[in-house]
């Protein structure tokens, strides 16, 4: 009965990364028939280049700031959609458009709206006179600026999953624990912070291991708004291996730069598993 899952596994798992390691250390290039042992020099001129290391440190931009954005969003999204209210069912129909929506569909009506010359979002901010006409910012144009987007429109994809992770968690806690804290004169926020929240730790610890791996891993977003641009600015790991290994026929430098994920997203797991184990021991 266990067969299927195993197959499954060793097919769509098990091959292609054991594919991506044996690349890894060969030379191997699209049309290249022959395959050659080169050891750790993919690794070596890997290390050397400075857009690998732009690209590691917007890595982990983008995953420490959006993971803030998102954790901040969904906790107050689902303290707002915790209690019934007329409406509820429609907003979190609402909610989840982003997440049920294809992000490709999504991130190129992101790009739209931050379009450099069709951007509703400047016409606005003219039409408020915060900026003159024709002096908005390129939204996608400018290093800092581009970073900011492409991290707010991927925080805007995650959102709506983590906030009916944190949603499940609190309706699954006792009634009675938040009442009998009001009885004893505890207001909102110390019921939050000193009582709810402890609680919700092994909770949130798992929405953010997802949303790290989600993020670490995933180059949708970026590859349609910016394409890694401008200047690399906006460069990630998934990203810079497509571009190199894919769309610059080097498969053994793509491969390369896909197993530094590996090791770095094990010991994430490893350390917030530890995490939601120790919350849920205490």
Same mark, same amino acid.
């Given at each position: 009965?266990?067969?299927?899952? /195993?197959?499954? @596994?060793?097919? =769509? ?28 020099? %993919? ?14 440190? %917007?890595?982990?931009?983008? !995953?420490? *700031?959006?993971?803030?954005? /998102? &954790?901040?969003?969904?906790? &107050? ?7 019934? +209210?007329? *409406? ?28 450099? @010359?069709?951007?509703? @979002?400047?016409? /606005? ?21 581009? &970073? !900011? ?34 009885? $004893? ?30 993020? +670490?891993? $995933?180059?949708?977003?970026?590859? &349609? ?6 200047? $690399? ?20 430098? *793509? ?8 090791? =770095? ?5 490893? =350390? ?11």
């Amino acid at each position: 009965m266990l067969a299927p899952a /195993v197959l499954y @596994i060793l097919l =769509l798992v098990a091959g292609p990364f054991l594919l991506a390691i044996f690349y890894a250390f060969s030379d191997a290039r699209i049309g290249n028939t022959r395959l050659h042992f080169v050891g750790l020099e %993919n690794f070596r001129s890997i290390l050397q280049s400075p857009s690998f290391r732009i690209a590691v440190r %917007n890595s982990f931009i983008f !995953t420490i *700031g959006s993971q803030i954005v /998102v &954790i901040v969003a969904s906790s &107050i999204l689902a303290i707002a959609l915790e209690k019934p +209210f007329r *409406g509820r069912g429609v907003l979190r129909f609402l909610m989840l458009l982003p997440w049920v929506a294809p992000i490709a569909l999504g991130a190129i009506g992101w790009k739209w709206l931050l379009d450099s @010359i069709y951007s509703v @979002i400047s016409w /606005v901010l003219v039409a408020l006179h915060v900026y003159k006409p024709f002096g908005a910012p390129m939204w996608l144009g400018e290093p800092h600026l581009a &970073i !900011t987007s492409v991290l707010l429109v991927h925080s805007w994809r995650l959102i709506p999953f983590s906030t009916v992770i944190l949603l499940a968690g609190r309706t699954a806690i006792p009634k009675d624990i938040p009442e009998a804290a009001a009885v $004893d004169g505890a207001g909102f926020w110390r019921t939050e912070f000193l009582i709810l929240l402890p609680m919700m730790m092994p909770i949130i610890s798992v929405a953010v291991l997802f949303g790290i791996i989600f993020t +670490f891993t $995933d180059m949708t977003v970026v590859y &349609i708004l910016t394409a890694g641009g401008p200047f $690399d600015s906006t460069q990630v790991l998934p990203s810079l291996a497509f571009t190199l290994g894919i769309q610059g026929s080097d498969l053994a430098a *793509g491969a390369a730069i896909s197993l530094f994920l590996v090791p =770095l997203l094990v010991i994430i797991a490893y =350390l917030m598993l530890r995490v939601a184990h120790r919350a849920e021991v205490t």
